[in-house]
């Protein structure tokens, strides 16, 4: 469900790698293991600035960086899929009911939020009704049985989501998150 992961985890590879010969190149030419420079050399030639086209072209290199770094941080917000109207009509002469995905997993939403040791609850329908699926993300508590959630969503919450929307199958992925919350105590 985390769409930006395989994403961040190349670009942070390759920041990492990048990052590491930076780090290596100056020991390596201390040490000499890079022959082309010697250690008591200077890196550029001179004391005089360059011209004037190398600043604006590291000007704009650095406009590209922080726009690529923007647009990276845009792609960690989370994003859900846009809701989709579902239509249930099986004669068009008699009329057609138009359904919300997100009108329809509302009340999904309401009865897994209910259940013991869950702190939060969201549910995405995704699809149409030739191929529907449902993405379901819980926080569970800390003292929240994950198991107990997870049987009670596949065998109370699923089915009855399924059968209000008269659907023969309806694969649902449960992603669980973790809280430090707690849940009420009774005493």
Do not use: C
């Not at 780090?23 to 010697?38: D, E, F, K, T, Y």
């Not at 995405?124 to 449902?134: F, M, Q, S």
């Amino acid at each position: 469900m985390n769409r930006p992961a395989r994403l961040n985890r190349v670009l942070l590879a390759i920041l990492g790698l990048l990052l590491l010969a930076a780090g290596l190149l100056p020991i390596a030419i201390r040490s000499g293991w890079l022959p082309v420079l010697g250690p008591d050399r200077p890196l550029v030639p001179g004391t005089a600035l360059p011209p004037t086209w190398v600043l604006y072209a590291a000007a704009v290199a650095g406009l590209v960086v922080a726009l690529a770094g923007l647009r990276w941080l845009a792609a960690q917000l989370t994003r859900r899929p846009r809701a989709r109207i579902w239509r249930f009509d099986t004669d068009p002469a008699t009329g057609s009911t138009e359904l919300s995905s997100s009108a329809a997993a509302k009340p999904f939403v309401e009865e897994v939020r209910s259940y013991q040791g869950v702190h939060d609850a969201t549910a995405v329908l995704l699809g149409n009704r030739a191929g529907p699926a449902l993405e379901i993300v819980v926080s569970v508590e800390h003292d929240g049985d994950p198991a107990d959630i997870r049987t009670r969503i596949r065998t109370e919450g699923v089915p009855r989501l399924r059968q209000a929307l008269d659907l023969d199958s309806l694969p649902a992925r449960v992603e669980l998150r973790f809280t430090a919350a707690t849940g009420a105590r009774v005493s």
